[in-house]
């Protein structure tokens, strides 16, 4: 996408302070300076990120994944805070560094939870589990320029052996303690285990992911002259080796893990609530994904009220189209009739990556007449890697690098296209892409004038609240001319309503998967095997699933808060830029900038 009009951070607060000299506006050039040497010495600790941000320090280097490495950051996170508060008087700071030092001691506190509830976040799963991880990020995201480069690739495939040890070490206390994931969990993470090793060069048939692209990578530095035949002969072995000796072995052994485990893991379980302590951890899991005091009875009561309005949209397009018949055999109706699915081809793959690409390029023509700030970075839409794809599993958004090298990309789940029904393709292109995850990542990531630690971090009730928020906001810019594809709208938004009931049903209140599915199938048109999909997810990763709808409701909040106040003089491009302008930030922090825009707007 082309910037067609730069408005950065500082900028914009210098519109939101009132009555302050423009000297007390903008940040002070040392804290920043200050913060900035401090990130640097959290990246230095965190080699992956810095080959997520495009960066090749550390490039033969994975990240320390044992309980001594999170020891060692919360360690270091604590004197970097007594550092700041040495440093800086917080009283005498502006607006825009408060922001920045609040954030900073919050990221100590984060670390220290991230610790105290370790043994509670499940290190295999079939969600985020390191064991799929790991593979994806050299696969995806180690670029190969040089024949150094392709040492340093080498270097980390040994480097997974050594991580996946240390999670498997991680796992068993864990299950020392007699904390173990849902028995599906660990079932599917055996699977992707096995597929991870299952073929060349440890066994007869197809080449092995990681092993097909590291002769790929090589190959194309002899195509491109980097490195002749002898030196691609030797990095072949090279990688063969690691594969052998370090690669598998580690996979061997998490197998082994699995399959003395599944048959004592829990069949039939609940939430984390089931383990000693999982009530304060999950209690804990909702302010961090939320970003807000709201306790478990009151997000599933706001799930609730949000379910049946929906319904009501619902109720209308059903009406709409002509449709005879209740609201449920709507939901039948749309969940299995023919029109709504491409064929389970390569054909009909193909055709849900074109419409998606098709909607997301009509809507960049419409940003700039909702939005002053706009990315500089590209969008790709893809299919899953085959060893990490599931059925039925949520599209997913990865971003690009702050330079622009690699581009932002949407992935799509598409193993099964019985899994996909089309009349919601469009609403998650824009959740995915722009103006949902995309816009909202790489603008941040290309801010300037704040600390860089603001331009890469996330707080999940913020960027899935924005992306969620994005789905109706394309519906305001004119999208969604097919009213199934509306209705494919309210579907993505139901589904988020009913993440906040069967979220804090499972972990807070005793409910089964069983209970989890029954709910969400009698209230929503999602496929069956998407909704065990989901609910399998919220199983494993307590708590994430309640930012999305809280996040979109608080924007709405805020929009309507300063259309209440500012009347005529509201601007949606004023609104948008304020929102996205200081990067991803805890709701009651976006709530002040958005009372000092307002405050600015009406001094005039």
Known sequence: MKTTHTLTFI??????????????????????????????????????????QGRKAHYDKLDDLS??????????????????????????LNEVDKVSYDLWVKELEQQKATVTYEKFNYVYNQMRGFHAQLPNF??????????????????????????????????????????????????????????????????????????????????????????DASEADALKADAEKALQENFKPAYDRLIVWLEKYIPVAEEKPTGVS?????????????????????????????????VARIQSEMESIKVKVGFNGSLQDFFAFVNKDPQFYYPNTDEGRQTYLDESEKFLAEIEQKLPDYFGILPKANLVVKRVEAFREQDGAPAHYRQGTPD???????????????????????????????????????????????????TQGGFTAYVEG???????????????????????????????????????????????????????SENSPVPIGAITAEVQRYMVIPGQATGYKIGML?????????????????????????????GALPLDILEQLVDKWIAVKKAG
């Open 466 to 520: 924005w992306a969620l928020y994005s789905e109706l906001l394309a519906k305001e810019m004119g999208q969604y001319e097919n009213p199934y594809s509306d209705f494919g709208r309210l579907t993505n938004e139901i589904w988020r309503a009913i993440r906040l009931v069967l979220d804090t049903g499972l972990h807070a209140k005793g409910w089964t998967e069983a209970d989890a599915i029954k709910y969400f």
């Open 554 to 582: 608080k924007i709405l909040e805020l929009r309507q808060k300063a259309k209440d106040a500012l009347g005529d003089s509201f601007d949606i491009k004023g609104f948008h830029d304020t929102v996205l302008g200081g």
């Open 67 to 92: 309980l001594e490495g999170m020891l060692e950051e919360l360690a270091w996170r604590e004197q970097s805070v007594t550092a700041l508060k040495a440093t800086f008087d917080y009283e005498t």
């Open 138 to 227: 050299l696969i995806n995201l180690h670029r190969v320029d040089s024949l150094s480069d392709m040492q340093a690739y080498i270097s980390r495939i040994k480097e997974i052996g050594r991580a996946l040890n240390q999670l498997t070490d991680r796992a068993q206390n864990q299950a020392d303690a007699g904390i173990l994931p849902p028995r599906f969990a660990l079932e599917i993470v055996l699977k992707q285990s096995k597929d991870l090793i299952n073929g060349q060069p440890f066994s007869e048939g197809e080449n092995i992911a990681i092993w097909t692209d590291a002769l790929s990578k090589i190959d194309q530095l002899v195509a491109t002259g980097k490195i």
């Open 11 to 52: 900028t914009a607060l210098m519109l939101l302070i009132v009555g302050c000299a423009e000297d007390q506006q903008k940040p002070k050039a040392d804290i920043n300076d200050w913060f900035d040497s401090q990130y640097e010495e959290y990246l230095q600790l965190h080699p992956m990120e810095l080959t997520t």
């Open 404 to 454: 622009g090298s690699r581009p932002g990309t949407y992935y799509i789940h598409l193993l099964n296209m019985q899994s996909l029904n089309t009349s919601n393709l469009e609403g998650i292109a824009y959740h995915e892409g722009s103006p949902g995850h995309h816009m909202q990542i790489s603008i941040a990531q290309e801010l300037t004038g704040i600390p860089k630690f603001r």
């Open 274 to 306: 089931r383990h000693p302590g999982g009530e304060d951890f999950y209690a804990y899991r909702l302010q961090q994904m939320t970003t807000t005091d709201l306790t478990a009875d009151e997000i599933h009561n706001i799930g609730l009220k949000e």
